[in-house]
């Protein structure tokens, strides 16, 4: 286990890790995942979580192990690393456009299954004409815009399109996804159930016509986290796609409280004058993306401003605390922090169980 050529006993205080650097409680992350896991079970709905955020077979397997299906990655990069490290079935929410990496994609799905998500005509004739020239299957699925006006079929296209996939050579109609990603972060619960309901009533609706048309829909997959309690209920939806539960995001703890934080960034001291210090962290180490970081320990620190390397923090409070202490923040966004860093630090009871590295950081390719 080493980090900059440094070596870690296990079961050493985690103050002891050098900074800044992710560690992560790992009761609390595996009790999040059962969390989810015991709901979907409940609701006789699957797991496909989604590993954009862990990026690690790590957290994978685990998530597996617990039950769930398979999982998700954002980009073909990831899913690369996933099926080079065992991981038997991968979701690709999102396209995968020109012959260099569909020829990738021939390669990953030569060591697991592999599902895409497909929304283009011209895609789909480019993923028919190579995987069919290299006899090989590739099941796909249909992006549904359910309100998000980012990528996906209209409901008034969806019939003619899907009997085109199922025309094309070396490729299985598999179903339809949709992501109400512009709903799982609206803070009113009612106005959450509200717009997630109309978002996958427009899913449902595009899988429902299919179906009176004689066209199998095996998979409807959806949800994030913030409406997993929302869409893991309605009737139809088959799997849900889920990723920050298992750290929780500290701005998702704006909307609920469901799941317990497991991240946090441990950060040094290395200036102090009257009422402010300044923290080893900066833009290179953690994002700002969704709101400046919170700082979760000790009380009475503020964080006020990001550069590349350094944080600034005023105290509020008088509180005791000199130049080498330790700092703990929250992310408000841990999946673009994550990506900065090359290790977990995972630990139980502040004492190091393990170093994992993030073997999908930087697989936006």
């Known amino acids: 286990m080493t980090n900059n050529n440094e070596f870690y006993q296990k079961g050493i205080n985690i103050t002891e890790i050098d900074t800044p650097s992710i560690i992560v409680d790992l009761d609390i992350a595996e009790n999040n995942i059962n969390k989810m896991q015991k709901f979907a079970n409940e609701n006789n709905v699957s797991m496909r979580p989604h590993s954009k955020t862990n990026k690690s077979p790590y957290w994978a397997k685990k998530q597996i192990k617990a039950g769930a299906i398979g999982i998700c990655c954002a980009k073909l990069g990831e899913a690369e690393i996933m099926a080079e490290n065992g991981i038997p079935e991968i979701l690709i929410p999102n396209q995968i456009v020109g012959a260099k990496k569909i020829n990738r994609l021939i390669q990953a799905s030569k060591k697991s299954k592999i599902i895409i998500a497909v929304e283009d005509l011209s ?14 299957v ?36 598999e179903g339809v996804m949709g992501y109400e990603g512009h709903t799982v972060n609206i803070s009113d619960y009612e106005e959450r159930v509200d717009n997630t309901t109309q978002a996958m009533n427009k899913l449902l609706n595009s899988a429902n016509l299919l179906k009176k048309n004689g066209i199998e829909v095996n998979i409807v997959s959806a949800c994030g986290t913030g409406t997993y309690n ?11 796609q889920c990723g920050s539960y298992i750290f929780m995001d500290g701005n998702y703890l704006k909307v609920f409280n469901d799941f317990t934080p497991a991240l946090s960034l441990i950060t040094t001291v290395i200036s102090k004058r009257e009422n402010r210090i300044v923290i080893d962290c900066g833009l290179k180490s953690v994002s700002n993306d969704q709101g400046l970081p919170d700082v979760i320990f000790p009380k009475g620190i503020k964080l006020i401003s ?12 008088d509180v005791d605390i000199k130049i080498g202490d330790k700092v703990l923040v929250r992310p408000k966004h841990s999946d673009t922090t994550i990506n900065l860093h090359e290790n977990y630090y995972v630990h139980k009871n502040n004492k190091l169980e393990e170093v994992v590295p993030i073997l999908g950081r930087g697989k936006f390719h």
């Not at 895609?123 to 090989?136: A, D, G, H, M, T």
């Not at 699925?141 to 899907?162: A, K, Q």
């Open 138 to 173: 590739l099941s796909v699925i249909i992006e549904v815009n359910v309100g998000m006006d980012r990528c996906g079929v209209e409901l008034e296209e969806i019939v003619d399109f899907t009997k085109k996939i199922i025309d094309s050579p070396g490729l299985q109609f």
């Open 123 to 136: 895609n789909v004739e480019e993923l028919s004409k190579i995987f069919s020239e290299n006899n090989q």
């Open 230 to 240: 929302i869409t893991g209920k309605i009737e139809g939806i088959t799997e849900l």
């Open 306 to 317: 990001l550069s590349e390397e350094h944080c600034k923090c005023i105290l509020e409070t």
